[in-house]
């Protein structure tokens, strides 16, 4: 199980591109690696576009962006073009990446337990070690004084 502190698991995952991407490609980069359930779904489009409107400040501080589902290749390629994203997404249709991060297990849907992703984010440092860890994250929270973004909410970790 992942833990702050703890070195990242490595992976090995295709692009929307068809190219494979490892941790070791973000070396000397903070990388925001967050896993969703499906390309083309409501909540997963604005976590989707939050992150891909926040690049420009995470370019800034060397940091970089990568979606992670059990989706195709195929499929990541259309939802990047559909939403004119900016960010890197991976399929993981093994499923092995979301397990070794802990975003893949027993959740509830509608009151139903079941088996699938289980939304969440992880900070890894530019040396690959896990800074931050978010668990069952909630795309947008509405407040009193307006609506707070999770991938808004990432970046100001990253500022501190």
């Not at 069952?136 to 500022?159: D, F, I, S, W």
């Amino acid at each position: 199980m992942i833990a702050i502190g703890k070195k990242a698991p490595a992976f090995n995952l295709l692009n929307q591109d068809g190219q494979e991407v490892s941790l070791e490609n973000f070396k000397g980069k903070h990388l925001i690696l967050y896993f969703y359930p499906k390309d083309n779904t409501s909540g997963c489009a604005k976590e989707a576009i939050d992150f891909s409107d926040i690049k420009e400040k995470l370019d800034k501080i060397n940091a970089e962006v990568a979606g992670v589902s059990p989706d195709s290749v195929a499929s990541h390629k259309k939802f990047i073009e559909k939403n004119k994203l900016k960010i890197t997404l991976l399929s993981d249709k093994e499923k092995k990446t979301m397990k070794d991060y802990g975003a893949w297990g027993p959740k509830k849907v509608c009151g139903k337990e079941c088996e699938g992703v289980i939304r969440s984010t992880v900070l890894i440092s530019q040396e690959g070690i896990i800074e931050k860890i978010w668990n069952n994250v909630k795309v947008r929270t509405k407040k009193k004084t307006g609506e707070v973004k999770h991938a808004e909410n990432v970046l100001e970790k990253l500022l501190k």
